[in-house]
């Protein structure tokens, strides 16, 4: 589990350095895109942890996401707690390939996009409408990490390989340790 942590802590770091190389408007006048690198590692790690393990990994990587990207307090860490729940819902019909990986990764970028949306008009942070906000700024974003989905379905396969090269070592220490101390 510690390497599920880990991976999810790089992808966030990594989008902090993709964000970095952009800039960003919010003015709201011209097309921009908002790195998800960190939140796709986010879906395609939770959908194969089991539910408590994935809600405690939203709700801490929201709270990283708050804190050292957005400044505020607990507002990403309840969209991904919603999104984690979104994603385990969803994975109960799903498969592991590559298209259903970016089938996922794209509908909780656009649920995600949305209640970040939904959010900001509530507390009136923006006056924007929604059709300038799609064009705006969900656009390019979903098109934009739907390129870096391909990326992180062979990242989280490597990872998911590594895992269980490391279980199947412990299980074959320990078959070994019971075998010798029986004799």
Do not use: P
């Not at 708050?66 to 109960?92: E, G, H, P, Q, R």
């Not at 989905?149 to 090269?165: A, E, S």
């Amino acid at each position: 589990m510690v390497v599920q942590y880990l991976f999810v802590f790089l992808c966030f770091l990594i989008d902090g350095a993709i964000e970095a190389c952009f800039n960003i408007s919010f003015s709201m006048d011209h097309m921009y895109f908002v790195s998800c690198f960190g939140i796709c590692g986010l879906v395609l790690t939770v959908r194969k942890m089991d539910f408590t393990d994935a809600i405690i990994l939203s709700l801490l990587s929201g709270m990283f996401y708050d804190f050292f990207y957005t400044n505020s307090f607990l507002v990403y860490s309840i969209i991904f707690v919603i999104l984690c729940i979104i994603v385990k819902a969803w994975t109960k019909h799903l498969g592991d390939s590559l298209l259903e990986s970016i089938v996922i990764c794209i509908s909780a970028l656009f649920a995600t996009q949305l209640i970040v949306y939904g959010y900001m008009l509530l507390i009136n942070e923006t006056k924007i409408s929604f059709y300038m906000w799609i064009s705006d700024r969900m656009f390019l974003t979903i098109i934009i990490n739907a390129l870096f989905v391909f990326v992180l379905f062979f990242l989280t396969n490597i990872r998911d390989n590594y895992i269980k090269k490391k279980e199947l070592r412990i299980r074959k220490e320990e078959r070994l340790y019971i075998y010798k101390g029986r004799k």
